[in-house]
């Protein structure tokens, strides 16, 4: 039986220059899979192939044993799979409630969206920001009400690129629980991270792109003492 996410074989070209070649990975429900790499080793744009987004000129993309490689991203979605970007893309005048709002009645449970906004603004510790509007939020707190949003869809596949960036440690602690909790209620979650200490934290598996190839996969405790890891970071 194939996992929840499965990725085979992408490559995506930009004009002449190879921004993936031959990515292959796989993302079960109930783990948080990392995926990491330096600045432009292809994160994002692997998102936008998994997303649709962006059409790969190899490869496929299978959603819960389904090959959705042609299908476009609202019917992803509909095969419940919901991603953050990097850069925020909320709707900057409504109320961080509202944007969940507006999520929630894209997902399955239109009749309950209130209480579905409500749970999540809960669960994310977000009372405090409910009423005010998404183009006030700090970096730190936009990046949780995009997850948040994310999360009101009630996917089964959670992409997240770079959800923890501006957030500060307390922060970082607070949301390692939750991806935890997540995965725990039979998500596949697909972390984008920079901070090391939340992938090895969280993380069931890691993969490491670097130049967009896979160089590495294990879980966290090996990753970080893989020689090939550390010299793509240290620019080797
Ligand atoms: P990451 O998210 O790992 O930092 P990206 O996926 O954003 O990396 O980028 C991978 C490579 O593809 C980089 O070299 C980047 O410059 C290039 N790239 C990304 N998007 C585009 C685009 N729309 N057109 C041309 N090149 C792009
Ligand atoms: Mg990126």
């Known amino acids: 039986m194939k996992s929840q996410l499965e990725v085979e074989d992408i490559t995506v070209m930009f004009g002449g220059q190879r921004a993936l070649s031959g990515v292959s ?29 962006r059409k790969p000129a190899t490869g496929k993309v299978f959603l819960g044993g389904l090959d959705v490689t042609r299908a476009g991203p609202s019917r992803r979605a ?6 953050t970007f990097q850069r925020l893309e909320l709707f900057g005048r409504l109320s961080v409630r509202d944007n969940l709002l507006v999520a929630a009645e894209l997902g399955s449970q239109r009749r309950k969206a209130g209480s579905v906004a409500d749970d999540i603004i809960d669960r994310l510790g977000l009372g405090l920001v409910a009423t005010t ?17 994310a999360m009101a869809v ?3 596949t959670l992409l997240l690129d770079e ?7 307390e922060e970082t602690e607070r ?4 991806l ?4 725990e209620e039979g998500m596949a979650v697909l972390l984008v991270e920079h901070d090391m200490e939340l992938v090895m934290n969280v993380c069931d598996q890691v993969y490491v792109l670097d130049l967009g ?18 010299a793509a970071y240290l620019g080797g």
């Open 25 to 53: 990975l796989k993302a079960e429900r109930g783990h948080v899979t990392g995926l990491i790499g330096p600045n432009g080793a292809g994160k994002s744009t692997l998102f936008d192939v998994i997303s649709g987004l």
């Open 78 to 83: 509909k095969h419940g799979l919901a991603r």
């Open 133 to 149: 509007t998404a183009d006030s939020l700090s970096t730190g707190m936009g990046r949780l009400v995009e997850v948040a949003r």
């Open 154 to 156: 009630n996917p089964t």
């Open 163 to 169: 959800p923890a960036a501006g957030q500060d440690r």
């Open 175 to 178: 949301f390692s629980l939750i």
């Open 180 to 183: 935890r909790s997540l995965a």
């Open 213 to 230: 190839k896979i160089i590495s996969v294990g879980p966290p405790e090996l990753i970080r003492r893989d020689d090939a890891v550390l």
